[in-house]
């Protein structure tokens, strides 16, 4: 994608569709205003002081993720690869979002901290939570940068500035509101933005089924355009998973995928857990990725599907299909844009663009603010300057929101050069989400993990996705579509569970009185309770809630098998 305005992209917007836009902004920093007065300290910035409802987190929850990954990203994946693109929901998103709310939940929020890194710091010691908490930050600025780059996309297509212009444009809105009322005005955007995001995308679904012919049109579309249905069925997915063996895919989809990406990502992300971490209770913390988990599992229908419309009836983007050429002037990431320019007449195109902004500035603004957050407690309080006034360490968590949202132009232009961004983002969970999660998995169930397996596992478990990604990129494995990333997953996960062994087994453990409250074993089952949870009614009831999703999960993936 080319860093000037692109003439083919241009969105052709009228009155309307620019006064929905400038009350979608009123809106979004009056928010950001609000928020301002409720910010007393620090936990108030970084964690709203614990208060709010299951039902604000659990909305925040998944629309923190419902940035570009999800929209852009997912609609470009739906276009390549079609229907398997639903292992990403169904598969890779819904089981480890129940697991996260019924297993891990109450050790993140009974323990009190404050992030996920600081877990890590209890569990194992400071030098697995310095390596931590930097690899997270990292990646923070690295996938902000991805939301902030096609925030400023559609700014270019709107507008048509040239995308240097416009991502630093687009970086100051999402900065104005996150300095003002930290994390309480994300969340309470987030809340608006998953309901504008929705609003301009089922619309736009259901004019795209309606041009291609419904859903008999949809599946003559995509025989005439591969020369076969195979993207209409999920399973096996060997395009997505680059391997020509049905087997291997669905090994690849399950266990790269569904286990070790998935659970790494969802369960040991301080993005998403941040948001939990917010609720008011125990019971509404193991709530928030549950009631998050029903949107979770039917975005999809409004992602995905657009994407493979786009591959059909948008010319430049299904003669990119077929040929790959750059001479088309577009690639899969520009699917979504495309049919919206396509299909929306104004007015519509208005609340369509409003929802595209809504979903990168929610993204974008979920990565700075746990970011930030991160930094300032694990980072600099912890090892730079210690023990000043609350006062102090707010500031800092202001001033670093700044440095992070400029950190993150620059990383902008890395996520520019992929002609799909979830290649390139589900390589970065390779390298900092999986690894992290066998080490968290096996320290809160096996007891006698040491302190040095903690940190020398998850950095075994790093360089061993990165290893996977250099033969890959350099030719010596052949691994392609999503493949380098769902196996280097796999490899960085067994690496650092066998290495966090061997070295625990040479190793002296913590005292188990140490570990009271971070090993399940080890944590009687009252000390997971909250007296505030007494009154909850039984459809409140976490186990219950996750049940019915886990069902319907297996039902869709029947049905669309």
């Known amino acids: 994608m080319t860093l000037v305005a692109d003439a083919s992209l241009r969105l052709d917007a009228g009155f309307w569709d620019y006064t929905l836009i400038a009350i979608y902004f009123a809106f979004v920093l009056g928010i950001g205003l609000m928020a301002r007065y409720a910010v007393s300290d620090s936990l108030d910035f970084f964690l709203s002081g614990r208060s709010l409802p299951a039902w604000v987190t659990g909305l925040a929850f998944i629309s923190a993720n419902l940035g570009a990954i999800e929209i852009v990203g997912m609609s470009a994946n739906g276009a390549e690869y079609g229907m398997p693109t639903m292992h990403y929901f169904w598969v890779g998103a819904v089981p480890a979002m129940l697991f996260l709310g019924i297993v891990m939940m109450p050790f993140y929020y009974g323990s009190k901290v404050r992030s996920v890194p600081e877990f890590m710091l209890r569990r194992f010691g400071p030098t697995a939570h310095l390596v931590n908490a930097i690899s997270f930050a990292v990646a923070q600025v690295l996938i902000a940068g991805v939301n902030l780059f096609l925030l400023a996309t559609l700014v270019n297509a709107l507008l048509g500035w040239p995308i240097p212009v416009a991502i630093v444009a687009a970086a100051l809105i999402v900065l104005s509101y996150i300095t003002l009322g930290g994390l309480s005005a994300a969340i309470y955007n987030e809340v608006l933005q998953f309901f504008v995001i929705v609003a301009a995308l089922f619309p736009l679904t259901m004019v795209a089924l309606n041009r291609v012919g419904g859903w008999d049109g949809l599946v003559d579309g995509v025989r005439d355009s591969t020369g076969s249905t195979e993207q209409m069925g999920a399973w096996p997915g060997n395009e997505l998973a680059g391997f020509d063996s049905s087997v291997l895919s669905v090994i690849g989809i399950v266990f790269g995928l569904g286990f070790v990406l998935s659970f790494g990502y969802w369960t040991t992300n301080f993005v998403e857990v941040q948001r939990a971490m917010a609720s008011k209770s125990m019971s509404a913390a193991r709530r928030t990725p549950i009631i998050g988990a029903y949107p979770k599992m039917f975005i999809p229908f409004i992602v995905v599907i657009p994407g493979m419309i786009a591959a059909i009836i948008v010319p430049e983007l299904a003669q990119f299909k077929e040929t790959q050429s750059a001479e088309t002037g577009v690639d899969y990431n520009d699917a979504i844009l495309l049919l919206i320019r396509d299909l929306l007449p104004n007015g519509m195109l208005g609340l369509a663009i409003a929802g595209l902004l809504a979903s990168f500035m929610a993204g974008m603004a979920a990565n ?194």
């Open 368 to 561: 700075i603010s746990s970011f930030n957050t991160v930094f300032s407690y694990d980072i600099w309080q912890r090892y730079v300057v210690k023990d000043r006034e609350d006062q102090y360490y707010l500031r800092v968590g202001r001033t670093i929101t700044v440095v992070a949202t400029f950190a993150a132009i620059g990383t902008a232009f890395i996520a520019s050069g992929y002609s799909n961004l979830m290649d390139y983002l589900q390589q970065l969970f390779s390298f900092f989400n999986a690894p992290l999660f066998a080490t968290f998995i096996l320290g809160m169930f096996w007891k006698r993990m040491t302190a040095a397996a903690g940190w020398i596992g998850l950095v075994a478990g790093t360089l061993s996705a990165v290893t996977i990604f250099v033969l890959s990129e350099t030719g010596v494995l052949d691994l392609p579509g999503q493949g380098a990333a769902f196996v280097a997953a796999g490899a960085a996960f067994v690496v650092d569970i066998v290495v966090s062994v061997v070295v625990s087994k040479a190793t002296a453990p913590k005292p188990a009185r140490e570990l009271v409250g971070l090993v399940y074993g080890l944590t009687p089952k009252e000390d997971l309770r909250d007296p505030r949870d007494r009154d909850e009614a039984w459809y409140q009831r976490p186990g219950l809630m996750a049940g019915i999703a886990l069902a319907l999960i297996i039902v869709l993936n029947i049905v669309f098998f």
